[in-house]
């Protein structure tokens, strides 16, 4: 099983960027769709983005589609989320995940076999 950690979160002004890092271990990153899931103070987990295992697929949530962009590393075993022109709504704790887009829209731990600690983000003038 696939061993995740994140890393990059902070505070940032409306409009502005971060790139968050997850660090994987083991062989089974490569072979893995992942996924970026958040949750904002007092909601529920929502799904943000999914990467195919080869990175050449990305899916997106409506809400940060045209904004975030998904990538990854295999040779690295690093998942990357880029965030531009955040808002105080993308404010939240930003999981990296094993596994693809779920298929419903109630998101459950159990829904991914593997999931990091968390980094917080934090949109705020």
């Known amino acids: 099983q696939v061993q995740l950690v994140e890393s990059g979160g902070g505070l940032v002004q409306p409009g502005g960027s971060l790139r968050l890092s997850c660090a994987a271990s083991g062989s089974a990153f490569s072979r893995a769709f992942m996924s970026w899931v958040r949750q904002a103070p007092g909601k529920g987990l929502e799904w943000v983005s999914a990467i195919s295992s080869g990175g050449t697929n990305t899916d997106y949530a409506d809400s940060v589609k045209g904004r975030f962009i998904i990538s990854r590393d295999n040779a690295k075993n690093i998942l990357y989320l880029q965030m531009n022109s955040l808002k105080p709504d993308d404010t939240a704790v930003y999981y990296c995940?094993?596994?693809?887009?779920?298929?419903?829209?109630?998101?459950?731990?159990?829904?991914?076999?593997?999931w990091g600690q968390g980094t917080q983000v934090t949109v705020s003038s």
């Open positions: 995940a094993s596994g693809g887009r779920p298929r419903r829209p109630v998101i459950l731990p159990a829904d991914f076999t593997a």
